[in-house]
């Protein structure tokens, strides 16, 4: 399945966390790597919608709030850097429209 293309995405999630200086589980170190700044969350907004439109969703679990899912692909940065990731997000129960909760950086291995 495919997080649709009207899927909430949060300014606040980007431009006050992960765009943020964050003294534990910093995230604006590694999309700066790709050219992701707070001067360009849109940029951001627009990689996270490509990367969900070219991977599958895959449900990872189910709670209260609803059905999470986990999108993993490359984030295109700005810069012509891609960032390997895992992104999360929620089909809400209240109104079963999907939200971006957040990404984690997928670390490669070089053998």
């Known amino acids: ?20 200086l ?3 589980n910093d995230k604006s170190k590694f999309l700066a790597q790709a050219g ?8 951001l907004a627009d990689a996270l919608r490509q990367l969900v439109a070219t991977n599958e969703a895959i449900e990872n679990r189910t ?23 895992v992104t999360v997000w929620l ?10 909760i957040t990404l984690i950086p997928v670390k490669e291995i070089n053998l």
Do not use: C
């Open 36 to 43: 992701f700044t707070q001067n360009n969350v849109d940029a």
């Open 22 to 24: 964050q003294p534990r």
């Open 91 to 100: 089909r809400r129960n209240t109104d079963q429209n999907f939200q971006f």
């Open 63 to 85: 709670d209260e709030y609803g059905t999470y899912y986990q999108v993993i692909g490359r984030l295109s940065g700005v810069n012509g850097i891609n960032l390997s990731v």
């Open 1 to 20: 399945m495919k997080v649709p293309d009207n899927a909430i995405i949060p300014d606040a999630k980007m431009s006050s966390y992960l765009l943020v």
